[in-house]
């Protein structure tokens, strides 16, 4: 048995070991309901987020409510100085804000957001238990000279560098301003969740042809990519401000660049199951800070009912 | 009357002179087609040619013929070192080929493809002259990897660097491959071009507040961009391989990045009028290489008629 083997035996999501990647099957389950219980889902919207990875839902925050959030977030944009200076990140070689982490730790209104019994009871729900933050964060992507994100799935980088250890969390994206095709709306690839990438871990040897471009670390290959987008393809939810995305932490997505003058600006929201709390990274490297990864000051939530504001 | 004012009346299309950029009318026809006249195109197409900036045409080029390119383009991918090199340009930090320039004087085939009926027809339809080919060139733009090209007008870059005089050239776009949404599709503004954007020339001083971000040389600002696409929004086309963009040589363009495992290859001749030739540059630079911008070897064209393969 060789030594690979035998931490998959231990670890089923071992990530950034191997000199080639390689697409395993997921373990875990996506949706944690018993069956037979109701939720605040309706049994079609449960099989397709099971099926896709993801959900889409619009109007379920209205006009004022999403009003109130924007103000918000131009508001957090102007008051940087008030804020804990780890947790803005500002686009590459430019000043624009790009996005501001533990925004439920730093805005009232954002707070009050992350236990909206419309997120919470959704998530607590899906994930049957449970929930906490695991990350929350503001993203302005600026028109113009918004950046791409590169394909990803959440939980790989959440297992290898912050320890979560199973796939029990989802995220919560709701958007702030319109989603078109032309400001890098984000991508996912359906169906993806149900498989995993183990990203290469070193510099591949001279032999390995399947990419000319050198393989980065904690990156899912081109090869891999194109199975999955080939057994799914591409879907770019886009509408109006107000639409929620709901995705599971495995779904593999990413986002074009936004040389539109349009923003393209949304809350974001990760829910982790309190028993699957983070342990330590399985990468055997120090855990990244609180603001990115919720270790220690996890509060499981009770949700609040009513309109935000 | 300032040195800027008389720059101006000596060449309405100053750019890259002033501190802070401007928006003013072009002054050239878009069509110079005698009225009255018939061609190629319907007086429908013609309209919309002058009004947009651009036309989209399917069907003109059929599955063998378009096959044929393909292949030709897989061809010249694999045979860079009989290439001239200074015509290669590789995506920056990566070893994948970007564009191959001067298809047109390297391929047999793209040879006869700019002297198509097909494209000379209209190219001297709408530009009311005999023509020659200013520029070709292959683009791949790779699937995962293709870099974004931010907005700008071919034509100021042609006036200031090349010593193109007036508005009186125009560029087909036939794409080889799929375009989608996802894959980083060419974004046009419509009615861009029939305005200029006199695009700043240094460093903008400490007052000059339009933008956090420095100005760069040569790229118009962003308050301009705005200002175009509040007036005509952002076009997109996308469609199966063998569509035809044909535009005119002012109208504001780009490209986002394209993740997508899809490439989006397309070959792009650029026609410029008999009448237009290029003279020295207007930015006072030397005149930029033959392959990027053709000075001493154009050729008036004979359209062949007949398919291509």
């Known amino acids: 048995m060789s030594a690979l083997t035998k931490r998959i035996e231990r670890d089923p999501y071992v990530s950034r070991v191997a000199s080639v990647p390689e697409i395993v099957d997921r373990v875990d389950p996506v949706v944690y309901a018993r069956p037979g219980t109701t939720g605040p889902l309706t049994p079609e919207q449960v099989a ?11 109007g379920l925050f209205d006009a004022e409510e999403l009003a109130a ?7 957090l944009q102007r008051a940087q100085a008030e804020l804990d200076p780890e947790t803005l990140i500002l686009e590459p070689q430019g000043q624009e804000l790009r996005s501001i982490f533990a925004i439920h730790t730093q805005s009232r209104l954002f707070a009050r957001l992350a236990r909206d019994e419309r997120l919470v009871g959704i998530a607590r729900y899906l994930l049957g238990d449970d929930v906490y933050v ?13 950046k791409e994100f590169y394909w990803h799935s959440d939980f790989e980088t959440w297992h290898i560098e912050d320890g979560m250890p199973r796939m029990r969390a989802l995220s919560c994206s709701l958007t702030l301003t319109r989603n078109t095709e032309y400001n890098g709306p984000l991508m996912l690839i359906p169906g993806s969740h149900r498989r995993y990438v183990r990203c290469v871990g070193e510099t591949p ?9 050198k393989q980065e670390y904690g990156v899912p290959d081109p090869d891999s990519l194109r199975a999955l987008y080939e057994e799914g393809g591409i879907v770019a939810p ?24 349009l923003p393209r600006s949304n809350v974001f929201l ?34 609040v009912s009513g309109r935000l504001v």
Chains 1, 2 share one sequence.
């Open 205 to 213: 040897d001279e032999h390995y042809k399947q990419s000319l471009r």
């Open 238 to 261: 886009t509408g109006e401000a107000g639409k929620l995305i709901i995705f599971d932490c495995n779904v593999m997505h990413g986002s074009n660049s936004n040389i539109s003058p």
């Open 69 to 75: 959030m924007l103000t918000e977030l131009e508001r």
């Open 270 to 303: 990760v829910y982790n199951s309190v028993s699957n709390r983070l342990v330590a990274p399985f990468g055997n490297k120090p855990p990244r800070p609180e603001f990115l990864a919720t270790r220690r000051s996890y509060e499981v939530l009770e949700p």
């Open 134 to 146: 695991h990350q929350s964060r503001l993203n302005y992507k600026p028109g113009f000279f918004g």
């Open 48 to 58: 397709q987020y099971d099926r896709q990875g993801f959900l889409e839902i619009d």
